[in-house]
């Protein structure tokens, strides 16, 4: 009997346990602190969001460049010109060969105005782009402050003895420029033009020729044929003041060269 009971023990299953259920494995499961980190988290959907407003941002910037510099959308279409008086406004679009339809952020505003400023007669060139497809040419042009013979032709001289037109006869109004030769790098050229330009509108309308044979000897005839030795372009005002007593007096040669000392001859 004894040994009947130990076999019986033995086949019998443990008993279960009612403590709860068995504890669930770890292996393969990742930790909750990285689910929440790549989760749909609205800090994640945020970052989401933040890269496709950036993408979509730099894609609209390249967009708008492209239309802008490769595509004739915003192309020259016309060429305005402003200021030209004596050179014709197609003459200022000949040389400026604004390229047609160019993509207007490509064209070389200042290739243009260096073109325009090779015309004898423009003094200064303004170009600029008026959107969305127009280049505004503007020219200020050479004002004329008197005319040089060369013994072959007569050419217009302006205030900053630049020689820049030729005439086929002296213009009324405008005083011959007697030197051994005329421009802007020359000394002489240059104080005969600062002179005349000083001198009161009355009294640069009586001077009919001018010349120095040094920037410090500038004189002029008047058109009653009497002459004036000026000297350098100093003290111009008080000058003009002197001439003006002087030339009640009878003579034939008036030095205002030095104001303070003026002779009569």
């Not at 060369?150 to 820049?164: A, I, K, Q, W």
């Amino acid at each position: 009997m004894t040994t009947t009971r130990q076999r019986t023990t033995r086949g019998r299953r443990p008993p279960r346990r009612e403590d709860g259920p068995a504890p669930r494995s770890n292996r393969g499961r990742r930790p909750d602190s990285s689910r929440a980190r790549t989760g749909n988290s609205p800090a994640r959907r945020k970052v989401l969001r933040r890269r496709w407003v950036a993408v979509l941002s730099v894609l609209t910037v390249a967009g708008v460049a492209y239309v802008l510099l490769f595509t004739s959308m915003f192309g020259v279409r016309s060429v305005e010109v402003s200021g030209a008086e004596t050179v014709s406004a197609e003459a200022i679009r000949s040389v400026a060969k604004v390229p047609e339809q160019r993509a207007m952020l490509r064209v070389d505003t200042d290739a243009i105005r260096d073109r325009v400023a090779t015309l004898p007669a423009v003094a200064t060139v303004v170009v600029a782009r008026s959107w969305p497809s127009t280049i505004e040419i503007t020219v200020t042009e050479r004002s004329p402050i008197g005319f040089y013979d060369t013994g072959e032709s007569l050419h217009l001289v302006d205030g900053g003895g630049v020689v820049y037109k030729e005439v086929a006869e002296p213009p009324k109004g405008l005083p011959e420029l007697r030197l051994a030769r005329v421009g802007p790098d020359d000394p002489a050229t240059r104080a005969v033009t600062a002179v005349l330009g000083t001198l009161p509108h009355e009294l640069r309308e009586r001077v009919t020729s001018a010349g120095a044979q040094t920037a410090h000897g500038v004189e002029f005839t008047l058109d009653s044929g009497k002459s004036v030795r000026w000297g350098d372009v100093g003290q111009s005002e008080r000058k003009a003041k002197v001439l003006g007593v002087l030339l009640t007096r009878k003579g034939q040669t008036y030095d205002v060269s030095s104001p303070e000392l003026p002779t009569v001859s």
